[in-house]
């Protein structure tokens, strides 16, 4: 059965430090990775996904294979950047089930 | 283009009663899940339908049920309700194709059972 894990539910860091949420997953196939964020009153929404590595918002996320993890990270965080952050997964084929984890409430203190 | 939207907003039932929630997906999306959020259990996928089939289905029991219409339009049913069952349910929407896998939520039905 396919999980995935969040090990921080909170997670406090002050603005213009770094920050890395962790992500690690199970799945035996080759799942596709998602990070989600919701911020305060507003609907969840994707922040990137590992097939388009790219960088969002200044955040990145590599996939490793190797340990099973993806975590989040962003070299000099800010305010804005508070919210909910959940890590997710696709198996492979063509069903569209997202297997979330518990989420990540990030605060960016001033 | 218009996003995900769900109605009603917010729902009051009693134990017993049954609920429907209805969900209008993205303009071409034919992909529809649906989804569970509780404080406890946090994001839990109930079901997805395509093309007015089901595809896929989550664990939980057979109270839980939807369809989807030939517009892409879906509702959830659940009936019997308890009140183990208020949350917030949602629905996402997905293009077709391999590559269109992000999913687009809507806001949410916010279900009370008292």
């Known amino acids: 059965a396919q999980r995935v894990t969040q090990p921080e539910k909170l997670l406090s860091v002050f603005k213009g430090a770094p920050v890395e949420l962790k992500c690690n997953y199970s799945?035996?196939?080759?799942?596709?990775l998602f990070w989600y964020v919701q911020y305060s009153r507003q609907r969840l929404q994707l922040l990137l996904r590992?097939?388009s590595r790219e960088s969002i918002k200044g955040f990145t996320a590599d996939l490793n294979k190797g340990e099973t993890s993806f975590h989040l990270k962003k070299p000099f965080a800010q305010e804005e950047d508070s919210a909910m952050y959940y890590c997710?997964?696709?198996?492979?084929?063509?069903?569209?089930?997202?297997?979330f984890g518990s989420g990540t409430q990030l605060t960016v203190l001033p | 283009k218009a996003g995900v939207t769900q109605t009603p907003r917010y729902l009051i039932k009693t134990r017993g009663q049954q609920v429907t929630l209805s969900c209008s997906p993205i303009?071409?999306?034919?992909?529809v899940s649906w989804y569970q959020q509780t404080p406890g259990q946090g994001l839990q996928f109930l079901f997805e339908?395509?093309?007015?089939?089901?595809?896929n289905k989550g664990n939980f029991p057979g109270r839980f049920s939807g369809r989807q219409f030939s517009n892409s339009r879906s509702e959830m049913n659940v009936s019997t309700l308890e009140l183990g069952d208020s949350a917030l349910y949602l629905c996402?929407?997905?293009?077709?194709?391999?590559?269109?896998?992000?999913?687009?939520f809507g806001q949410g039905t916010r279900l009370t059972v008292v």
């Open positions: 996402a929407s997905s293009g077709s194709g391999t590559g269109n896998t992000e999913a687009f």
């Open positions: 799945y035996s196939g080759s799942p596709e």
């Open positions: 590992h097939i």
């Open positions: 997710a997964l696709i198996s492979s084929g063509s069903a569209r089930q997202l297997t």
């Open positions: 303009s071409g999306h034919r992909s």
């Open positions: 339908y395509f093309s007015e089939t089901q595809r």
